[in-house]
């Protein structure tokens, strides 16, 4: 392991990045708080960040918001799954409906953050001739844009220009594996599924066993390997110690009853909500992190038992996603965090015999936020213009509205990460 | 002919991707043994003898019961890979879990569907289709049963040809049309619990369907044969059959070898793995493993390896935080594996599955009072707690550090004791078991 002179100064922990400033605490040449210090002047306090939402399946446009000015098309294709004229509006949008499981949650859930303004909706949103199978579709929207080859991820791909070389939380997935929206081909990502419990520990060492221990660990982490299998083996080593010790001043004490973490938002129960309330509790830490990746849980894949499954996956959706907005209010961090919201298509708008629907075109997303431009985006496809294959028309493009988050909100050039992104047009997403 | 030699590093390969790893008895048998019987043990099994060896698994003293007990699934499977006298056929079923990945089935339903792939996954793969087309667990989790003629539901097939046959080489209408000739299977409930399925005629479509450019009165039997007889179908199911075992590329001439074969076996999956086990590409950087253990394979091959039975049920959580649980496959698409396997959170759970098994698992992997001995010079202590986990693969890198841990650890200004000869220990084995290396394969 190579000796590093104690008398460095901060300027040269600064120069040299967050993970040799964790290096020197690691092995006691180092106070935290001077670690910490560190880290918070090179996490730019205002920097904007980027959540993403996925809503794994294919999340049904016509069921999550209803045409109300074309319900009578929308029942003759749906005679399983018609739709009361009694369900609730979109506050202040008359023609669309909102599934009563997006009213769940503080302040009127979904429906509550569209009609205080927070939210702009994107109906419609998908790619010219869409792929109908989940994992091609996906794959295009993780890697933005619509190509079969492997690769990393849009966001990933942004850390690469623009991220730093040693501050793995600056992309993160709150999950036990990394999003491939987040796979990079250099920059360091993170994936974190509780944070009071990211520090590694080497059972049966202690006291100074302990800390050879984990100086150890470091250094059979750089032991030289070559392909790459053995390089990620290596480079996994040595991330998981760093995010561990980074997270290691945040973890809570039950005993003591301290949760650094906390926030002034009771959230629901579930692994969703405890996600989420992580999250919130990480951005407002000067941590760095800039893009960052969860799943939705719950079934949107409805081919069959539709309202079941999608009441239940809208709920929890809901109810989450609202407690992390207002979270991020209470801690006074919102106005840099926005939040997108989406699914790899649409659904079929002709029902199937099992209650359901089958893969379609014209899906749906959203912008969430302080700063998201409310109201709705894009044009509501037409249930009087169905396709040939019976599918709805595609009224915006994913790969618009990638641009538009990597211009408008992260305010970096999107030619830089997307392939189209001279043709693909912009949209305003933020105010 | 050169490199034929048959060694313990050529049986460590080939049981560590062909199965979970060989204790330092198996290496050194079957060095002995030579390469054609160490690949027909692997490929046929013992000629006698029992099929599970070594101890039940108990946990908090009581059986495992799979049906009834959270997370007893994952683990009497795990117990099956640990203790079987046929680990191809295990790992083998573990490919098919991937392939054919259902989740969220009732267990009796899992437990089902396990058992078809164990009992067929060497044979007949149209035979394999048949059965997991008409598998309920299957049937439930892609919307097969209750799609009916009147509006059939695309599900299981657009799977069928995308993740289960073909990968590619077919339309949206094919997707329609194959849709129409699977319909008729209808679930019955049975109480409020289970459900089953049954062939109901009048719900079938009987019409003719144009599939892949022909026509006729399909039924579903009719379409197992369309895409398995479907141009993409054989090097499809070859190529990714080839990278269950080697990271190795795939050439040209070798994937039209193993679609020979594939064919010329009438579509049998054994001749296949046979040729795979058999092909120098399996052995090649003997001193350099370079695939990423999946987690599953982690946990049976370092209970295996070290003959260590199944006693606490930490393994379920263990493996769902390493993002691999039994029964529980994140989707129809199986995990992503390789590297993905390796995220911050999972190389963390890899971690503490050597915490857990080195202080709470059984013998002989439980780290005893007195494992450390004050009198060992640096190598020795290496050695001993090298040959107490089984003996994995350690590189000549991570070797050196070990060694050089050894060397240091009692410079610290305090007298040694044994208390700390035995901290060494630990040490030593949680780093051989958990670190870079113990990820390879």
């Known amino acids: 392991m190579a000796c590093y002179d104690p008398t460095l100064t901060r300027r040269q922990v600064l120069g040299r990045g967050i993970g040799l400033g964790l290096t020197l605490y690691a092995s006691k040449l180092l106070t935290l708080d001077r670690v910490l210090e560190a880290a918070q002047a090179q996490a730019v306090p205002d920097a904007p960040v980027l959540v993403s939402v996925f809503l794994p399946g294919g999340c049904d446009l016509l069921g999550a918001l209803p045409p109300m000015d074309q319900l009578g098309k929308l029942n003759d294709l749906r005679r399983s799954l018609a739709v009361g004229d009694e369900i609730p509006r979109m506050p202040g949008e008359s023609r669309l409906g909102v599934h009563p499981a997006l009213t769940d949650g503080l302040g009127g859930g979904i429906a509550g953050l569209f009609g205080a303004g927070k939210i702009g909706l994107l109906p419609g949103i998908d790619y010219a001739n869409p792929d109908f199978s989940h994992f091609h579709s996906r794959h295009f929207w993780e890697r933005g844009m619509v190509a079969e080859a492997a690769g990393p991820g849009w966001m990933g791909r942004w850390l690469d220009r623009h991220g730093s070389g040693d501050n793995p939380l600056q992309g993160l997935s709150m999950d036990s594996t990394l999003s491939p929206v987040l796979t990079t081909a250099g920059a360091p990502a993170a994936a974190i599924d509780d944070p009071g419990d990211a ?54 004490d039950a005993k003591a009853g301290t949760d650094p973490l906390a926030g002034p938002i009771a959230y629901p129960t579930g692994k969703f909500a405890a996600r989420l309330r992580s999250l919130a509790g990480l951005i407002a830490q000067p941590l760095g992190i800039r893009v960052a990746t969860i799943d939705a849980p719950g079934d949107y894949d409805t081919h069959d038992d539709q309202p079941t499954d999608l009441d239940k996956a809208l709920r929890e959706l809901s109810q989450g996603l609202s407690a992390f907005q207002a979270d991020l209010e209470a801690r006074g961090v919102a106005d840099r965090v926005l939040t997108f919201v989406w699914s790899e298509f649409g659904r079929r708008p002709k029902s199937n015999d099992s209650v359901g629907t089958d893969h379609g075109t014209g899906g749906i997303a959203w912008v969430q936020g302080t700063r998201a431009r409310g109201g709705v985006l894009s044009d509501v496809p037409d249930l009087g213009a169905l396709g040939a294959d019976g599918n709805l028309a595609v009224t915006i493009d994913f790969r618009r509205v990638y641009a538009s988050l990597l211009e408008g909100w992260m305010g970096t050039d999107a030619a830089e990460v997307l392939p189209d992104a001279a043709t693909a047009g912009r949209l305003a997403l933020v105010r | ?91 083998l079923t573990l490919f098919w879990h991937d392939h054919f990945a259902t989740a969220d089935q009732d267990t009796p339903l899992m437990l089902r569907q396990n058992h078809l792939m164990r009992s067929r996954g060497f044979g007949s793969f149209p035979g ?126 070798t994937r039209r070898a193993l679609v020979d074969t594939y064919r010329r076996h009438d579509r049998r999956i054994k001749p296949v793995v046979a040729e795979i086990l058999r092909h120098p590409a399996l052995y090649s950087r003997l001193d350099a493993p370079d695939m990423i253990k999946p987690p599953v394979v982690l946990v049976a091959g370092l209970l295996r390896t070290t003959g260590t039975p199944i006693t606490i049920s930490a393994y379920t959580w263990l493996l769902d935080q390493m993002g691999q649980v039994p029964f529980r496959p994140p989707s129809v698409a199986g995990w992503d594996g390789g590297t993905a396997w390796l995220s911050t959170n999972s190389m963390r759970a890899r971690v503490t599955l050597a915490n857990q098994v080195l202080a709470w698992g059984d013998a002989p992997l439980k780290v005893p009072k007195g494992a450390g001995h004050l009198a060992w010079n640096a190598r020795q202590h290496v050695t001993a707690a090298h040959d107490a986990v089984g003996r994995p693969w350690l590189s000549a890198g991570a070797h050196a550090v070990l060694v050089d841990v050894a060397t240091t650890f009692f410079d610290d200004g305090h007298p040694p004791d044994r208390d700390r000869a035995d901290m060494l220990q630990k040490l030593l084995r949680h780093l051989m078991i958990s670190g870079p290396d113990a990820q390879l394969h």
């Open chain 1, 199 to 252: 520090a590694l520990s080497f059972g049966g060492t202690w006291g100074k066993g302990a800390d050879k221990a984990a100086q150890v660990w470091e250094q059979l982490a750089a032991v030289p390997r070559a392909g790459a299998g053995p390089i990620a083996a290596g480079r996994a080593a040595a991330l998981t110690s760093q995010v561990g010790r980074m997270l290691s001043p945040y973890a809570s």
């Open chain 2, 1 to 91: 002919m050169r490199g034929h030699r048959w060694s313990e590093d050529h049986v460590r390969r080939v049981f560590w991707r062909a199965g979970f790893g060989a204790t330092p008895r198996e290496a050194s048998h079957f060095a002995r043994v030579g390469k054609g019987a160490t690949l027909n043990w692997l490929l046929d099994g013992p000629a006698h003898g029992p099929q599970m060896v070594g101890h039940q698994p108990r946990v908090k003293g009581r059986r495992l019961d799979p049906v009834n007990e959270y997370g007893h699934d994952a683990l009497w499977w795990l117990d099956r890979m640990v203790r079987s006298q046929r680990p191809l056929v295990e790992r």
């Open chain 2, 128 to 253: 394999l289709l048949n059965g997991i087309m008409r598998d309920p667990a299957m049937q439930f989790f892609l919307s097969l049963a209750d799609s009916t003629k009147d509006a059939p539901n695309e599900n299981f097939a657009r799977e069928l040809m995308e993740l289960f046959a073909l990968g590619g080489g077919y339309t949206e209408t094919d997707v329609r049309e194959v849709a129409r000739a699977l319909t008729g299977w209808r679930s019955v409930r049975h109480g409020s619990r289970s459900r089953s399925i049954r062939w109901s005629s009048k719900d079938h479509d009987p019409g003719p369907k144009t599939i892949f450019g022909h026509t006729g009165k399909y039924t579903p039997r009719d379409v197992i044969e369309l895409v398995t007889h479907h141009p993409a179908h054989a090097p499809f199911l070859m190529t990714k059959l080839w990278a269950a075992f080697t990271n190795e590329e795939l050439t040209t001439s």
